[in-house]
């Protein structure tokens, strides 16, 4: 594994059992047990390690959403539940990707980021709900992130308990049919 990697993957530990106050170049550098100052000589900024972070996030996350999705259906909502299944099992993932959005919003440099990596998501399903006839796909994704999003906060930091994959395929499968009758 390269050392962007490891600092990378440092970071996103760090925002998983720290939150975003825990963030240092220096606890970074810990949890990576690398010298003191190896964080801050790839990352010079607060800002650059943000980035590198939420870039390395997302290229684990579509590396490990391809191979789950690799093992699913072909259809949408089998394809959405496996991928669902992989975001809430992996709890240190997507609870460093939660603290990156709600610091999104506090820095436009990194908000520009998050959208853009977002998008790689979100597009999919707008092309996917196309062909099965939705009237308007884009919002129709949009609506089908809200739910999956709801469902792993939910589930992570919430009251809710760790559905089936059964359950998410239903779920969604539901929420499709209702907006495709909309139609």
């Not at 170049?25 to 980035?51: C, F, I």
């Amino acid at each position: 594994m390269k050392r962007s990697e490891v600092i990378a993957d440092a970071a996103i530990t760090v925002l998983a059992d720290h939150g975003m106050r825990g963030l240092t170049h220096r606890a970074v550098d810990e949890a990576a047990g690398l010298p003191a100052g190896s964080t801050s000589n790839l990352a010079r900024s607060r800002a650059a390690l943000l980035e590198l972070a939420l870039e390395h996030l997302t290229a684990l996350e579509e590396q490990a959403l391809a191979e789950a999705l690799g093992a699913g259906g072909s259809e949408l909502p089998e394809l959405m539940a496996a991928a669902l299944l992989v975001q809430i099992r992996d709890r240190r993932r997507t609870l460093a990707r939660y603290e990156l959005a709600l610091e999104a919003n506090r820095r436009p440099e990194l908000r520009a980021v998050y959208n853009r990596v977002g998008a790689r998501f979100r597009d999919p399903g707008v092309v996917m709900l196309t062909a099965m006839g939705s009237a308007d796909p884009a919002r129709h994704a949009r609506q089908l992130v809200a739910f999956g999003e709801g469902l792993m906060f939910d589930t992570l930091v919430g009251a809710g308990s760790e559905p089936s994959f059964e359950e998410l395929r239903d779920g969604i499968e539901e929420l499709i049919a209702g907006m495709l009758a909309q139609g």
